[in-house]
């Protein structure tokens, strides 16, 4: 059975016992152990703490200046396609926008030109130190530690801090950061697309005019002004010849029909007729002088003597040879041409005058319109080409003005931005800090902490590395034993 004194060890005796595993404790041997281990700890404590709190109070104090930046929607960020229209104006979020400002602000270039402007020295302080451009070096890098960038969700401010052991020096950096910014964020955002723009356009109008030199040699070819006017032209020529064509060819009919009947009409009518006939009148003049002799005989005789029946009987005579008709005849005839017959004549030679002209204007307005068909075929045939050189034609020169006019545009816009219509403004400038800050109070409590907590670990260290049984209950525990009794250990 194990005795322990009261010092907490045990008697010599048991002391030269050894075994092979290690004591095993409870919550109030840990206790009582690490209290027994309270000196060390308190060593290591306060060893840790001095360093730190030598290391807190070595620390410099520091100001920070602070700034402001209102970032605005700005053409830079609009999208204008190279060619086309396709999402032509589409615009980002503000965040966006914001998050490629905060960007441009953290790069190591602008940090560059900086600390060229300050110089190393302004930036690092005392500390600066080693070869130029390992000052130059350091300087950025320090630039780059002590710049602070703030932006929140859906807003366009940025809220720039930077820190530097002079106030002074904090508010110039932090100003010139932000005036080299604006300076800067013009090249980021250079008008590269103008010359592009200018080149495209060149290389447009070369096409162009290796196009209008192939339209003209084109219609040169094939003996065209204007493709349009000439085929309008054709067409309408040959509509209209077409329409007299047909005219003529009735008014040709038309003669014809005539002609035949004027012929026909003339085998009727004779072409001479008779101009004057002499009539024989003998026995109406016999007639006449023997009643007149009839009538002097009255006056002398009565109607029945025998001078007057002789001449009643010679009346009688005539008269009746004149009731047969056989009295008078043609003495003398004179024949003439037919006026009748001539004015048909006339009519007929002016018609088949009529038809004949008809016949070869008829001619003449059918090889016409030969030809114009002939032209229009030709002009159908090459409709395909001459659209395709006008087509390229039109492309091209729409493009040519989309191009001029975004070269302009793009210009003028540049020509904005260099005169100072900027989309960042700058809501307050920075200002020399009054109040300094330093991490002396969280180094402190850092230094407190870490301190304790590595004593209490070199506490348990040596609680868990001892080999000792100080309590009853760590013995019992370890050795699967029942202690009976404690007594006092006696000293060596």
């Known amino acids: 059975m194990p005795m322990q004194g009261q010092s907490g060890g045990y008697g010599a ?5 050894t075994w092979s595993s290690r004591p095993r404790h409870g919550w109030d041997d840990m206790i009582t152990l690490l209290w027994r281990e309270r000196l060390m700890m308190l060593i290591v404590f306060l060893v840790l703490f001095g360093i730190g709190v030598f290391a807190a109070f070595s620390l410099p104090k520091t100001y920070t200046a602070h700034s402001s930046l209102l970032v605005q929607m700005s053409q830079e960020y609009v999208y204008e396609p190279r060619a086309g229209d396709a999402a032509r104006g589409a615009i980002p979020e503000v965040t966006d926008v914001v998050q490629a400002e905060a960007a441009i602000l953290a790069s190591a270039a602008l940090h560059q030109r900086v600390v060229e402007v300050m110089g190393p020295g302004t930036i690092l302080g005392p500390r600066a130190h080693g070869t130029p451009a390992e000052q130059q070096t350091a300087a950025v890098i320090a630039l780059g530690r002590s710049l602070e960038i703030g932006t929140a969700p859906d807003t366009g401010v940025i809220q720039l801090a930077y820190k530097s052991e002079d106030s002074q020096a904090a508010a110039a950096i932090l100003n010139q950061i932000i005036q080299t910014y604006q300076a800067y964020r013009r090249e980021v955002f250079r008008d590269t697309t103008t010359p592009l723009l200018a080149e495209q356009r060149d290389a447009i109008e070369r096409q162009q005019n290796d196009t209008d030199r192939a339209y003209e040699q084109f219609l040169n070819e094939n ?18 010849t077409y329409n007299e064509l047909l005219s003529v060819e009735a008014q040709l009919r038309q003669a014809e029909g005539r002609l035949a009947a004027l012929r026909a009409e003339m085998t009727s009518i004779p072409a001479e007729i008779t101009l004057q006939q002499d009539l024989n009148l003998s026995v109406q003049s016999q007639i006449v002088e023997l009643r007149a002799d009839r009538e002097e005989l009255l006056g002398r ?15 009688s005579q005539l008269e009746a040879l004149a009731r047969s008709g056989n009295a008078s005849g043609v003495r003398d005839q004179r024949l003439g041409p037919n006026p009748v017959w001539q004015d048909l004549e006339m009519d007929r030679v002016r018609a088949q005058a009529e038809r004949d002209s008809l016949a070869a204007r008829r001619a003449v307005l059918a090889a016409q319109v030969d030809s114009l068909a002939e032209r229009q075929g030709q002009l159908v045939a090459l409709e395909s080409r001459n659209g395709a050189l006008n087509a390229e034609r039109e492309v091209l020169s729409t493009a040519y003005r989309d191009f001029t006019a975004r070269q302009v545009q793009s210009s003028a816009s540049a020509d904005l931005a260099r005169g100072g219509a900027d989309s960042v403004r700058v809501i307050a400038a920075a200002t020399p ?17 870490f301190a304790g907590f590595t004593a209490l670990c070199f506490g348990l ?3 868990f590395l001892g080999r000792r049984f100080v309590t009853a209950g760590s013995a019992s525990r370890t050795l699967d034993l029942p202690v009976l009794a404690v007594t006092p250990a006696k000293g060596r």
């Not at 005796?13 to 016992?17: F, V």
Request: glycine content about 4%.
């Open 13 to 17: 005796g048991q002391a030269r016992l």
């Open 223 to 240: 003996d065209i002004g204007d493709f349009a006017t000439e085929r309008q032209a054709v067409a309408a020529s040959y509509q209209t």
């Open 301 to 315: 005789y009565q109607p029945d003597a025998p001078p007057v029946r002789d001449i009643d009987a010679q009346l």
């Open 433 to 449: 800090p009054d109040r300094a800050s330093s991490l002396r109070k969280p180094l402190l409590a850092l230094a407190f902490l």
């Open 461 to 463: 260290m040596r609680v």
